[in-house]
């Protein structure tokens, strides 16, 4: 949801053909049994549907897919147009829908039901919430997950504040949690964890004192195994401080 340029479906879409290639080349795989080995058989999405509400943004985003994308993944990412609020999904998704490629007039049949939802700093508007939630969950399977990659922007009026000591994106996640529950979104526990980084990464969501899935930058260095900062301009310190948070719900 959001999509803008693309780049955050993009980074999954070609981290999980490039692990399908480093795979296909530790397995000697020919080009010939290529064929054999089907694409759901390894990590990341099967389909994506890249949205937003802007004729510019997917624009942009359709040229994205196109020069980042193989040939063996084209088929898997789709580029929608979808405004939030609740019921606009059901009339975009599961209706007949060209396909980007304009050189064919085939029609394909997106489904009505996903596992997984996600955006990406996409609040910069209170007043936007509600209907990236409703949309979020008209969207989701029973049992499903929306994923919320969410660095504090919207304001928040003196309406919605919790109490003046708070810091205000203490307050705002609040508010998204709380908006959430109204459409059967609850934030996810962790799951069980496998691999030998188990350990550490179970001591840091230990040190958060809560077993809902809401990943904070102190906890991502962890699981990636990264050493140095996110980049020049930012540490994981920073987007600490801030209120940067990863916010896990799922569909109940």
Known sequence: LGAGTGMAGLSLIVMRSRDRQRRLVEENVTDRDKKCATTSTYPGPSLMVQTDANDNALQL?????????????????????????????????????????TTTSAQKSLPTAYDVVFATDVLYDLGSLAPLVATASELLKEGGHFVLSHVPRASIDPGHRSSEEADSWQQLESIIINEASKVRLSLASYPLLFGDMCGDVAAAITNNKSNHMILRPSLLPIIWRATSSLSKKFSWQKMTDVGAAVLVFQKK
């Open 61 to 101: 985003c359709r040229i994205n897919c196109d020069a980042n994308i193989g040939s063996d993944e084209k088929g898997c990412v789709h580029v929608n147009q979808l405004e939030w609020g609740g019921g606009n999904a059901s009339r975009v998704f599961g209706c007949q829908e060209e396909q980007r490629n």
